[in-house]
């Protein structure tokens, strides 16, 4: 949980700029996001693109989980493509979804099929 934030948002509480309970969803929206983080710890998040005409792997991502936690808030509202296919998802949302349930999801695009999962 970034305490700088916490305590900006009980700030604009005190300063009654918003009212208590936005200043309660913000928090709880701060604490949320924080969560993954600390359950991520040591593992690896994947995203798997197969091409769904050959089952061929077009791309095979790897990455630390805590880093694709972080780096999922840069891809809020980007058109993602996966070899020359816009595939019209939230990858942002995806990635939080599983980082923290760490139930994978799949994702069949037109020519693609995206796969995102943990793992150890």
Partial sequence: MNREEVLKVLRLVYDHKINPEDGYNLIKEIIEEAEPDYRARGRKLSILVLDKNTGEKKANIVIPAN????????????????????LDIELDEMIKEVLKTSDPIEIDAEDVKVIIKMIS
């Fill in 67 to 86: 880093l694709a936690s972080f780096a999922s808030r840069f891809l809020k509202n980007k058109n993602i493509r996966a070899n020359g296919v816009d």
